[in-house]
Nanobody
Framework: QVQLVESGGGLVQPGGSLRLSCVYS????????WGWYRQAPGKEREMVAT???????KYADSVKGRFTISSDNAKKEAYLQMNNLKPEDTAVYYC??????WGQGTQVTVSS
């Protein structure tokens, strides 16, 4: 059974940091691309960051310079390092792996 499991969410104060992790367990031999997405209450799901197998990254303008996506191809894991978090970063964060595999989401709340 294909599984994608995120971890690392939680409550953090503004200016703080969190590191999200995503682990794939399934039959794919490689993951061609990973993505982190988020959905805040009342808003549509949006792309946060993506990374290809070869390491090409893309970020939403709102997180550039604060978030870093990375992956470990051998372990089939992806990570999202989030620094200088802001209240507007509060959302459920979802990991996605190509092709169209999604995790269950992890809550990130930024509040004092």
């Amino acid at each position: 059974q294909v599984q994608l499991v995120e971890s690392g969410g939680g409550l953090v104060q503004p200016g703080g940091s969190l590191r999200l992790s995503c682990v794939y367990s399934g039959s794919l031999s490689i993951i061609n691309a990973w993505g982190w997405y988020r959905q805040a209450p009342g808003k549509e799901r949006e792309m946060v960051a993506t990374i290809t197998y070869w390491g090409t990254t893309k970020y939403a303008d709102s997180v550039k310079g604060r978030f870093t996506i990375s992956s470990d191809n051998a372990k089939k894991e992806a990570y999202l390092q989030m620094n200088n978090l802001k209240p507007e970063d509060t959302a459920v964060y979802y990991c996605a792996a190509s092709p169209d595999i999604w995790g269950q989401g992890t809550q990130v709340t930024v509040s004092s």
